[in-house]
Nanobody, 124 residues
Framework: QVQLVESGGGLVQAGGSLRLSCAAS???????MGWFRQAPGKEREFVAA????????AYADSVKGRFTISRDDVIKTVYLQMNSLKPEDTAVYYC??????????????????WGRGTQVTVSS
């Protein structure tokens, strides 16, 4: 059984930074990992993904140049460094794991496991 637990969310002013963490437990971590977000009244959307051994990364256009995804396979943790935050980044951020991603980057439906999410609120 895989469990993903996010942390690091909070309230920050526009222009500030936050670092999200996602700790994984379970039989394997050597898979594609991703971050998604969902704002009130909106669909869940892709934010960033990182491939096995961090060989490749992908970002949504809206966060490119501001967010950085990384992973530490030893401690089974994936990170999302978020800089230059904007009010439109306000959402619940979810960590996700795709065991057999057939496309890159994986869409929401490609993921097999999800965390419960962590709230990020950016004030103007």
């Amino acid at each position: 059984q895989v469990q993903l637990v996010e942390s690091g969310g909070g309230l920050v002013q526009a222009g500030g930074s936050l670092r999200l963490s996602c700790a994984a437990s379970g039989r394997t971590f050597s898979t594609v990992m991703g971050w998604f977000r969902q704002a009130p009244g909106k669909e869940r959307e892709f934010v960033a993904a990182i491939g096995m051994s961090a060989v490749r990364t992908a970002y949504a256009d809206s966060v490119k140049g501001r967010f950085t995804i990384s992973r530490d396979d030893v401690i089974k943790t994936v990170y999302l460094q978020m800089n230059s935050l904007k009010p439109e980044d306000t959402a619940v951020y979810y960590c996700a794991q795709a065991l057999y991603a057939s496309r890159w980057p994986p869409s929401a439906m490609d993921n097999d496991y999800w965390g419960r999410g962590t709230q990020v609120t950016v004030s103007s």
